[in-house]
């Protein structure tokens, strides 16, 4: 492969990142470009590797954080099953941590609901 092929093979790995992402982030094109400040059209010339034009450096920095993803995850070109992997695992760390907040809400609905009870029995008596 020639420097060109090589360039082109780079772009359209971080395009497919970008667009991994953001729809891990449930974002539509129009969602990051707004946020981002750049037409739809751009970015999806980006996300499919044919833009015709270089991704600047600050572009890509306001991408990651957009994405709230880190720059070198975001550019890896040589990892993407890596990086899906600590996604995936950074989601299930979230997931957990919401299960234990719903299991702790139900426990509190629960203690409330005997407070009320108990109050309700006292007022009685």
Same mark, same amino acid.
């Given at each position: 492969?020639?420097? !060109?092929e090589?360039?082109? !093979?780079?772009?359209?790995?971080i395009?497919?990142?970008?667009a991994?992402f !953001?729809k891990?982030?449930?974002?539509?094109?129009a969602?990051?470009?707004q946020?981002?400040?750049?037409?739809?059209?751009?970015?999806?010339?980006?996300e499919?590797?044919?833009a015709?034009?270089?991704?600047?450096?600050?572009?890509?920095?306001?991408?990651?954080?957009a994405l709230?993803?880190?720059?070198?995850i975001?550019?890896?070109i040589?990892?993407?099953e890596?990086?899906?992997?600590?996604i995936?695992?950074q %989601?299930?760390?979230?997931r957990?941590?919401?299960e234990?907040m719903?299991q %702790?809400?139900?426990e509190?609905?629960?203690?409330?609901?005997?407070?009320t009870?108990?109050?309700k029995?006292?007022a009685?008596?």
């Amino acid at each position: 492969m020639d420097n !060109r092929e090589n360039y082109i !093979r780079e772009v359209q790995c971080i395009g497919l990142r970008i667009a991994y992402f !953001r729809k891990l982030r449930r974002m539509t094109q129009a969602d990051l470009a707004q946020a981002v400040h750049i037409n739809k059209n751009y970015l999806s010339h980006i996300e499919s590797g044919s833009a015709s034009k270089v991704i600047s450096l600050p572009l890509l920095i306001m991408i990651s954080k957009a994405l709230d993803v880190d720059l070198p995850i975001l550019v890896d070109i040589d990892d993407l099953e890596g990086s899906k992997r600590e996604i995936q695992k950074q %989601f299930n760390d979230i997931r957990e941590l919401f299960e234990e907040m719903k299991q %702790f809400n139900d426990e509190l609905d629960a203690m409330m609901t005997n407070m009320t009870s108990l109050e309700k029995s006292a007022a009685e008596q």
